[in-house]
């Protein structure tokens, strides 16, 4: 069993950061896959970006290329989304989620565990 928690989600200006943080239980963390979603009201969750614990491979949806950056620190059991020049549209509650059998990936459907999310709202 793996739990996620997330933090660091608030309220910002358009054209400011956040670093959200997602700390996770269990042993094997660094052969996770971990992603990061998104979901806005009356949206679909979305994908956002992933990264795969056992090579470091990373992967962004493009809204998010060149503006987000996913990273781990394996030592803290953390993956962490740092963003950048935050849109109005960036607004959503951000979820990460957990593959133990470390392939990850975009589809919702390929995470076992998932966090209970964290708000993150973008004004302009």
């Known amino acids: 069993q793996v739990q996620l928690v997330e933090s660091g989600g608030g309220l910002v200006q358009a054209g400011g950061s956040l670093r959200l943080s997602c700390a996770a239980s269990?042993?094997?963390?660094?052969?996770?896959?971990l992603g990061w979603f998104r979901q806005a009201p009356g949206k679909e969750r979305e994908f956002v970006a992933a990264?795969?614990?056992?090579?470091?491979?990373?992967m962004y949806a493009d809204s998010v290329k060149g503006r987000f950056a996913v990273s781990t620190d394996n030592a803290k059991n953390t993956v962490y989304l740092q963003m950048s020049i935050l849109k109005p549209d960036d607004s959503a509650v951000y979820y990460c989620?957990?593959?133990?059998?470390?392939?990850?990936?975009?589809?919702?459907?390929?995470?076992?565990?998932w966090g209970q999310g964290t708000q993150v709202t973008v004004s302009s």
């Open positions: 990264i795969r614990g056992n090579t470091g491979a990373t």
């Open positions: 989620a957990a593959d133990m059998y470390g392939l990850g990936g975009r589809l919702r459907s390929s995470y076992e565990y």
């Open positions: 269990g042993r094997t963390f660094s052969s996770y896959a």
